[in-house]
């Protein structure tokens, strides 16, 4: 059975919002005025990746009276962590007019804070409330198009933001951090009623950054015809942050996807690997490319997400080739995708010989000391029409010498490396001798 | 039990719209001809059969079902055999509600009529060899009969079937029977329970004509058979009289034990008057003419295959008509070798010494031959005035013949080198 | 005002609502939406290894504007995060601008921006589950074992929840058949035919994989132009071999599993056992020479004897094997060549007389430095 969305987008409770509500005059329990609530006018979110985290900006027009104004805030059912929210007057005249006096904590809710407030110009103010929220979270997925011949991909980026923080947020301006932030304390456990400790957070370094992109302005186009959103990436110390153009509404349990960038025609290259550190012990094939200038990129990191890569089967059609979840690649930093072995190029490695000598004997006649002296024969083949290129990394363990007429070259203190382009449809075979000390032979 | 039969049904189809709309069922005629090719290292059956279709222009769906029968759904194969160049077959389809059926397209240039063989592998049906070796009194040839069983279990009566037997060990990958999936061993167990034997309804012989291809031979039983199911039928295969028959009397502890085997030996070669093919595996028992058209029994065995020119061993069990004994008659230790443990002397290494004795005894009216075999272990040195043979390493094997009534002994001495006067082991 | 076009998997609820049976509550909203784009041009492709790609075609009208697409797969396994969807004209001014899920549903909502109102063609790529494959071979080999001709069969099986009505499928490497194919049902295809392609036999002791001295009888298929093969990397898969029987008919003379096989390597088949040739180990020396404290070396004469009853000469290949530093000896004699494979293996070639006349491979070699 099928629905439409947007019936099931109506029906939707709209209970499940933080209510506000102005309390005019005390004390609290007598002369309780409500105030019919003004909608929030605008209301931002900026989520982070690495943690629950996101922080909600909303802004309403109140009216204020001369002397003390008691505003109630209520969450009941959400996810808002209740040491974080705020109360903010905006603009130099409100800041001058308004101030908040004190905020109290009502025993019997654990879902409810009221502040006062002093004015000293009744008139309507615009004022900010910030609070943390859990249950927003964002990821990043990468779709690469690989041409025929494996020498460009088309690069598409996308961000997906999950609501799951039990409340809608309508025509939201939305920013996303990219990065590791240190929390003390998990929001959603602060979400708790009864398990607020008081609190524990730096907010000062998420001011910090979010004042930075107070000048990031909203991409609007009014062309006629409405283009995917412009996501706007900007950097902030260790941070850098997407802030999605326009606004987005986003019900609780959705998720939503936009496309963060599209790159055409990024150079690709086809490495084929033997790098056990890396990629296991397979020979692989490897797909390459950098983020940085040369390859169409490098005007941000690219967070860690899912990318799939598939190949241009021609007239448009495409084939897969492979998945894998990419780490956070930071500017300039290649990006290697190993999209399995491939039985078209295959590498062989076997022992021709195995050879003992320099045999140290104790005065016991036991034997304590000797040198093994080991061939081996590395074959590549190369069953593909088109030349490719290789690079085999080959580790030793103990004393050992390496020796070879190929131009290996040392990786580290155990390590040979070798890299060469192998011709359609051609082998090569590399030769190398191990010389390891054993027992009393060895140096180390 | 015609239903277990693999049943055919032509459909032909105007469109190749949906299955259940425009459906023309076709009866069918019995097949033709049927051709067993039954094989004996593996339980396999490759079934070939034949039928005349007729075919309508444009695409024919040919439905093929195998309810309660043992066949491996991947191995069934259409092939037209008549007007090929104008049949082809698009696809081969399995439904998602029935695992034993499947429909094959057919596309026809035309409306023809086709011979066309539909083959596929079924377990069930097994064959072995048996033979059957008639000794004469003077043990020094018999008559050999040869004989192929052929087993039904396959849950499907086959009649006037062509039967092919092949021998030798093909590779199979997948058992047929589990490809077949289901009740394979509840079948097999039931079978077993009313099993008949078929032996003595043969009423005339049949010719079976061996012929090899690739590594295997093909055993072709002349004319038809029917085997119904649950049932085994035994035929002949060949029958030699005058097999030249050569009795060894062995010692092998390895082989056979530690006795004095008698074991009956031929060769499959033109000089034993065989040779003409290799022998499948199976029981050969030698029975000998006891008088009075009486048979006493003297030993069977279970042989592997046989190739041409390879020889047979029947062992026989033992012979009290002729005897060894054994024994150990002088032990020494010699060259002994003593080093200093500070100011203890120590025995570091030493020689043994040993003279055996082993007496062979023919109370039979006949020559006999021997084999004996002694193995020996360690560094050791093997002497003896009777001439053996080295068979490996640790393996002296003496011949002899011994003349009816006689008697005779080998003689041997052994040098175990032991501790540091070890040389060489 | 956004425009809101519902569609649905290329499976079983498409198809439903085409032919226009079953589903009426959902198949009558969307035969309301007259714009119910129609399934064109299915494509099924197997090229990777082991993920299926479905694409199908779409054509959308849209409206000038904003307009909503929604997309469901109720019943079908697929891979929502590997939806591409895309216009089929590379240049069209159609944009895609946001992909939305809803909690709990097989579905999502695309929003689609439209310069003016058109029809555009749209392309939907994804990931399948549960159709399986599976590729296997007959090979009918001439009765004197110099050629044979090779069948490429692929075999599809539909476990996704969808019927296709009518799909291309593309194999690995790239053959197109066009089928329907049910949910649950199979369907097996020839794929390709290769005639006369040359084939060697090979007989092989081989220590790992004969057991009592059985010698194996392997067919070896070179999969190049030469050889009558080249076309593509051959599939793994099991093939299953006949041999003309010289009477019209053929005999099944065994079966073995072929191993992907690229453009220019071998394929190697093992048929069963060549039971007319037989070997048999005798170790005729093991002696222990040169001693030097606990390390020693062994002085090792290994002796087959061959015996091959049929009736023309044959070659055996014999394939040994020896562990740890050793050589060969000058005196081993027998063979007519050899070849060291590795370290651990040497291989023999035997020409060995016909009617069982015995043949004696001497392999001596020594140990060295055991301890």
Not at chain 1, 134 to 157: M, P, Q
Not at chain 2, 226 to 241: D, M
Not at chain 2, 383 to 390: E, N
Not at chain 3, 20 to 35: F, H, N, V, Y
Request: glycine share 6%.
């Amino acid at each position: 059975m099928h629905r439409p969305f947007n019936q099931r987008e109506k029906n939707k409770m709209r209970l499940l919002l933080p209510i506000l509500a102005l309390l005019m005059a005390a004390p609290l329990v007598a002369k309780e005025e409500l105030v019919t609530l003004p909608e929030r006018d605008s209301v931002q979110l900026t989520i982070y990746n690495s943690e629950d985290l996101t922080l909600v900006r909303e802004r309403r027009r109140l009216t204020f009276k001369q002397g003390d104004n008691r505003i109630q805030f209520s969450w009941a059912n959400t996810l808002i962590d209740p040491t974080s929210v705020e109360f903010e007057p905006v603009g130099d005249e409100a800041k001058k007019a308004i101030e908040v006096r004190d905020t109290s904590y009502p025993a019997e809710s654990h879902e409810m804070l009221i502040w006062t407030v002093s004015c000293n110009q009744p008139a309507g103010y615009e004022v900010q409330i910030s609070y943390f929220t859990s249950g927003i979270s964002w990821s990043a997925e990468y779709s690469g198009i690989v041409d025929a011949t494996e020498d460009n991909v088309d690069l598409t980026a996308y961000v997906t933001v999950h609501n799951h923080s039990g409340e809608e947020y309508e025509n939201a301006s939305v920013r996303l951090v990219v990065g590791v932030i240190h929390l003390v304390e998990r929001i959603v456990d602060l979400a708790q009623p009864g398990e607020s400790t008081g609190r524990a957070w730096r907010r000062g370094d998420v001011e910090e950054m979010e004042r930075a992109l107070e000048d990031a302005k909203d991409e609007v186009n009014e062309d006629g015809m409405a283009r995917p959103k412009e996501i706007q990436k900007a950097g902030l110390s260790e941070y850098y942050i997407y802030t999605v153009g326009g606004t987005e509404t986003i019900p609780n349990g959705w998720s939503k996807r936009l496309r963060s960038f599209e790159v055409k025609g990024v150079p690709l290259k086809t490495v084929y690997r033997l790098e056990p550190d890396k990629f296991g012990w397979a020979f692989t094939k490897v797909l390459e490319f950098k983020n940085d200038e040369e390859h169409k990129l490098g005007k941000e990191p690219l967070p860690d997400g899912l990318l799939r890569l598939y190949r241009d089967a021609g007239e448009g059609r495409l084939s897969f080739m492979g998945a894998l979840a990419s780490k956070y690649i930071p500017k300039n930093e290649e990006v290697k995708v190993n999209v399995g072995p491939d039985a078209e190029c295959t590498l062989k490695e076997k022992r021709t010989s195995l050879k003992k000598k320099d045999l140290v004997f104790n005065q016991w006649s036991q034997l304590v000391g000797y040198t093994t002296v080991e061939m081996f024969e590395l074959e590549v083949k190369n069953f593909r029409a088109r030349d490719v290129e290789v690079e085999i990394h080959r580790s030793m363990a103990g004393d050992f010498d390496f020796a070879s007429e190929d131009k290996w070259e040392k990786h580290d203190a155990d390590t040979q490396k070798i890299h060469f382009t192998l011709k359609a449809g051609s082998e090569r075979k590399l030769a190398l001798t191990v010389t390891t000390r054993q027992g009393t032979n060895s140096r180390k | 039990m015609r239903w277990l039969i693999p049943s055919l049904i032509l459909t032909t189809l105007a469109l190749s719209g949906p299955l259940s709309a425009k459906e023309e069922l076709v009866t069918l005629p019995k097949r033709d001809t049927v051709q067993l090719t039954i094989y004996n290292s593996v339980d396999l059956t490759l079934v070939r059969e034949t039928r005349e279709l007729t075919f309508k222009q444009g695409n024919n769906r040919l439905q093929f079902s195998w309810a309660n029968t043992l066949i491996d759904p991947t191995s069934v194969e259409f092939s037209p055999l008549t007007n090929a160049d104008k049949l082809e077959v698009l696809d081969t389809s399995y439904p998602a509600e029935s695992n034993q059926m499947l429909i094959w397209t057919v596309a026809a240039d035309a409306a023809v009529s086709a011979k066309v063989e539909i083959s596929y592998f079924t377990s069930g049906i097994s064959w072995g060899a048996e033979y059957h070796g008639m000794l004469s009194t003077d043990e020094r040839s018999m008559k050999l009969t040869g004989y192929v069983g052929v087993s039904n279990n396959s849950g499907e009566e086959y009649e006037d079937a062509h039967v092919r037997l092949v021998v030798g060990s093909i590779h199979v990958v997948e058992e047929i029977a589990a490809l077949a999936g289901g009740a394979r061993q509840q079948r097999m167990k039931e079978a077993y329970g009313k099993m008949r034997d078929a032996d003595r309804a043969e009423n005339q012989k049949k010719d079976i004509i061996k012929e090899g291809l690739s590594e295997y031979y093909i055993y072709a039983v002349e004319g038809t058979e029917t085997i119904p199911n649950g049932w085994s039928k035994r035929l002949e295969s060949f029958v030699q009289t005058g097999v030249p028959l050569q009795t060894v009397y062995t010692w092998d502890a390895r082989k056979y034990g530690n006795y004095l085997a008698k074991l009956l030996v031929f060769k499959n070669d033109e000089a034993h008057k065989l040779g003409k093919e290799p022998l499948p595996a199976g029981i050969v028992r030698l029975y000998r003419d006891a008088g009075g058209n009486r048979l006493s029994f003297v030993g069977m065995v279970v042989t592997d295959y046989i190739p041409k020119n390879d020889e047979v061993k029947v062992n026989a069990g033992v012979d009290p008509e002729v005897q060894i004994k054994s024994k150990r008659t002088s032990f020494k230790k010699e060259n002994l070798t003593f080093g200093w443990n500070g100011n203890r002397q120590y025995l570091r290494g030493w020689d043994t010494v040993e003279d055996f004795e082993i007496e062979l005894k023919n109370f039979r009216n006949r020559d006999v031959d021997f084999e004996v075999n002694i193995v020996i272990s360690g560094d050791c040195d093997v002497d003896s005035k009777t001439a053996s043979t080295k068979i490996d390493f640790q393996t002296h094997r003496f011949n002899l013949n011994i003349k009816a009534g006689e008697s005779t002994k080998i003689v041997y001495n052994l040098r175990t080198r032991n501790g540091s006067n070890v040389r060489n082991k | 005002m956004n425009k809101r076009l519902i569609f649905s998997l290329a499976g079983a609820a498409l198809v439903a609502s085409v032919v226009g049976i079953s589903q009426p509550d959902t198949a009558e909203a969307r035969i309301k939406l007259a714009t119910l784009p129609d399934k064109e041009a299915v494509v099924v492709r197997f090229d990777h290894p082991n993920q299926v790609l479905v694409e199908e075609e779409r054509t959308i009208s849209l409206q000038k504007g904003l307009n909503t697409v929604d997309y469901s797969w109720a019943g079908t396994n697929i891979d929502k995060g590997s939806i591409v969807f895309r216009a089929v004209d590379v240049n069209s001014k159609v944009e895609i601008l946001s992909t939305s899920y809803p909690p709990g549903e097989a579905a999502l909502t695309w929003s689609i921006s439209s310069p003016d109102a058109r029809s555009e063609k749209f392309r939907l790529s994804y990931l399948m589950a549960n159709i399986q494959r599976e590729t296997d071979y007959r090979a009918i080999v001439s009765n004197d074992e110099k050629s044979l001709t090779f069948r490429h069969y692929f075999k599809i099986r539909n476990w996704s929840g969808g019927t296709f009505d009518s799909a291309d499928f593309i194999t690995r490497d790239g053959k197109t058949f066009e089928k329907g194919l049910d949910q649950g049902e199979a369907k097996r295809v020839l794929v390709n035919k290769w005639e006369k392609v040359s084939l060697t036999k090979e007989y092989v002791y081989d220590q790992y994989r004969s057991s009592e001295g059985k010698v194996m009888t392997d067919y070896v298929l070179k999969n190049t132009k030469e050889m009558g093969l080249g076309a593509i990397p051959l599939e793994y898969g099991k093939v299953r071999i006949y041999q003309d029987d010289g009477k019209g008919t053929t005999a099944f003379t065994g079966e073995d599993w072929g191993q992907f096989t690229p453009i220019g390597d071998d394929m190697r088949l093992n048929i069963g056992i060549a039971q007319d040739i037989k070997v048999e180990l005798k170790k005729m020396v093991n002696d222990v020479e040169n001693r030097r404290g606990n390390v020693y070396d062994t002085n090792e004469v290994d002796e087959y004897e061959i015996k091959n009853f049929k009736d023309s000469e044959a070659e055996l290949i014999l394939v040994l094997r020896v562990q740890g530093e050793w050589e060969m000896q000058k005196d081993s004699e027998g063979y007519t060549s050899y070849e060291r494979i590795d370290n651990e293996t040497i291989k023999f070639k035997v020409k060995c007389p016909a009617k069982g006349t015995p043949i004696k491979l001497k392999f001596h070699y020594k140990r060295l430095n055991n301890w």
